[in-house]
C-alpha cells in the first residue's frame, strides 16, 4: 500500500510530502449554476527550514503548477502565522468545475439529472484495477497478507509523521437548496462541508490492514477503483458510495464569474510578484 497515494487521496499533493509533514488546508468554493465557480484556499504548513515565507513561495508554486482548468488566480497572500508555520491564503477562478482540480486528484463534478436536480459530488481520479491473483493457495494468500501487513508496519512511523497534524476541510456554497447528501455534511441551507483528519485516516488504514478476510479477498479477487474508493470512504466515514449532494429548486448564480474572473486574470502577474511567486508557477498560471 502505497503512502503517497494514499496520502493523495485526501487533497495533499504528493509532491509536497517530502516538504511538509504538517499542514491545515481550508478550502472554500462557490459555485454558479453553470458549472464556474471559484475557490479561496487557505493553508497552514510547517516549514522544514528557518525561512518560513521563502517555504510558504514553494508551497504556493507547487499548488498553481498541479492545478488543472484553472482560469485565473488572485489575492495571494504568503507571511509567517505566529506559530511559525508559513500561511498561504489564495483564490482561484475555475470556468467549469468538472474540469477544475485543485492539486490533489480529486474530480469535482457538477451534473443536471432528468428530474432536473443537479448533482454535485467529488471522486477520487481513477487509478488502474488491480488484477485477481490467479489461483493462489490459501497458503500463498496468507503469506501475501503477511508480507503487505509487514510493509505497511515499515511505512506506519512515516505515515503517523505526515498524518498526525493534517486536517483538511472543503466547504461548497452551491447554486441553489441542498435536499440530500451522502458522507457530505450539510452546513447550511445551499452549502456543504467535508472534513478529514489525518489521524483518522491512519485509524482507518489500520482497521482495513487488520481485516484478514478483506485483504484476502482483495488479494484473491483483485479490486476496481471504485471498490477501493468505497473501502476507503467506508472505513473513514462509516458509509459506502460517493461524496455528493442533491441541489433542488431554483438554482442560479450567485457571483458574477466573468466580471470577477477577467479581473482576476488581469491583476495574476501583480499578484504573482507582489507575492514572490517564480517563473515556472506563472507561467503555468496563464
Known amino acids: 500500500m502505497n503512502v503517497r497515494r494514499l496520502l493523495a487521496m485526501i487533497g495533499i499533493a504528493a509532491g509536497l510530502l517530502t516538504l511538509a509533514?504538517?499542514?491545515e488546508r481550508k478550502e472554500v468554493g462557490t459555485l454558479n449554476a453553470d458549472g464556474s465557480g471559484k475557490a479561496v484556499?487557505?493553508?497552514?504548513?510547517?516549514?522544514?527550514?528557518?525561512d518560513v515565507v521563502a517555504f510558504g513561495r514553494t508551497y504556493a508554486e507547487q499548488m498553481i503548477q498541479h492545478t488543472q482548468g484553472a482560469a485565473a488566480?488572485?489575492?495571494?497572500?504568503?507571511?509567517?502565522?505566529?506559530?511559525?508555520?508559513?500561511?498561504?491564503?489564495?483564490?482561484?477562478?475555475?470556468?467549469?468545475?468538472?474540469?477544475?482540480?485543485?492539486?490533489?486528484?480529486f474530480q469535482t463534478m457538477w451534473d443536471k439529472n432528468a428530474d432536473g436536480t443537479y448533482t454535485f459530488k467529488m471522486q477520487k481520479e481513477q487509478a488502474a484495477s488491480q488484477p485477481a491473483s490467479p489461483q493462489m493457495t490459501d497458503e500463498q494468500v496468507a503469506q501475501a497478507i503477511a508480507t503487505a501487513r509487514a510493509n505497511y508496519k515499515q511505512q506506519q512511523p512515516a505515515m503517523q509523521l505526515l498524518l498526525n497534524n493534517l486536517k483538511l476541510e472543503m466547504t461548497f456554497e452551491l447554486p441553489g437548496e441542498v435536499t440530500a447528501t451522502s458522507i457530505f455534511e450539510k452546513t447550511g441551507s445551499d452549502q456543504v462541508t467535508l472534513k478529514v483528519d489525518g489521524k483518522q485516516v491512519m485509524a482507518a488504514m489500520d482497521k482495513i490492514m487488520g481485516d484478514e478476510k478483506l485483504l484476502a479477498g482483495a488479494i484473491k479477487n483483485g479490486t476496481t477503483p471504485r471498490e477501493s474508493d468505497e473501502l476507503l470512504m467506508e472505513n473513514l466515514f462509516g458509509k459506502k458510495g460517493a461524496v455528493s449532494a442533491t441541489v433542488a429548486g431554483r438554482v442560479g448564480t450567485l457571483f458574477d464569474y466573468k466580471s470577477e474572473a477577467a479581473a482576476a486574470k488581469a491583476g495574476q502577474a501583480a499578484a504573482f510578484a507582489k507575492a514572490g511567486i517564480g517563473a515556472a508557477a506563472t507561467e503555468a498560471g496563464k
Not at 41 to 50: E, I, Y
Not at 86 to 95: E, L, S
Request: aromatic fraction near 10%; proline fraction near 7%.
Open 73 to 105: 488566480w488572485n489575492d495571494f497572500t504568503i507571511e509567517a502565522a505566529a506559530d511559525g508555520r508559513a500561511h498561504i491564503r489564495a483564490t482561484v477562478y475555475f470556468a467549469d468545475v468538472s474540469k477544475f482540480r485543485l492539486d490533489r486528484p
Open 41 to 50: 484556499v487557505d493553508v497552514l504548513v510547517a516549514s522544514p527550514g528557518p
Open 21 to 23: 509533514s504538517c499542514v
